[in-house]
């Protein structure tokens, strides 16, 4: 990654510290190494590649160098630990209006939806995930690292078999080439402005954000929870950004999972 052409997208008045390496084993865990060692909010750590991105679930995150944005955002906002999951739902949506803003300009007819809990779909398709980490002091947040992958110019046959049926790039949605540093530098502008907003409103309206862009809402879907699969139709979150889902025994309140969509008795 050209890191010039990077910090040429963001005004030097930003309080943005970017710390760039070509290799890291994860963007996550070198942020939150330095979080705790006590570097300021608004640090971000990019790399070019991750030799063991992580996922959700203990999974991996494939990251090769130079197809996608590997990268981890430090804050240190002054909010109770029990709001650390509005972050991961803010996050989601301001992730999705920049997409909204930076790609339907030029391809009006694609689709950007969230999937609970914080995967970004372009087309159906999971093209960004988030990683959120965070260290608490007592009750309240000390520091949150937020882990953003984007799949940015991979070509179908770039993704391994497994992956491509879940999988998409923004170079697979639009048929052109994304260049890294002007989508970072113009993401991480925008990403400050909201979620420091989001941060000053004690997150007002950040629910109800949330679920006009939910795929799923009032549509049936089967989850992975705590072992076992439920099956149900998505009424939407509560306050805290859990599932509420309409099941025969009543609404259950899902914390954590993997939803998938039913469509005519199949998974879609
Ligand atoms: C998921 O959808 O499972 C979350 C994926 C998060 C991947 C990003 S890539 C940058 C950061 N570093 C990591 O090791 N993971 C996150």
Redesign the pocket.
Known sequence: MNIQQLQSQIDSSFPLQIRYFPRL?????T?TRLAKEGVSGWTVVV?DE?T??????R?N?V?PAGL?????IILRPTISAQKTNLINLSTAVIISNFLEQRVKEEFPDLCIDVKWP??ILIAGK?L????LESGIKGNNLEFVVI???MNVNQTVTQFSAHIKKFATSLQIATGKEWSLEDLLGEFLVYYFGEIENTLQNNFEGIISAYQSRMIYKNREIEIDFKNRKERGIVEGIDTSGYLKLKTDAGINIITAGDVWGIKKGKWS
């Open positions: 084993a994860s963007t996550n865990t942020a790399a991750q063991a991105g992580r996922g959700r679930h999974r995150w990251s996608g944005l590997w990268f981890s914080n995967d999971k960004c995930g988030i990683l882990g953003i992958g």
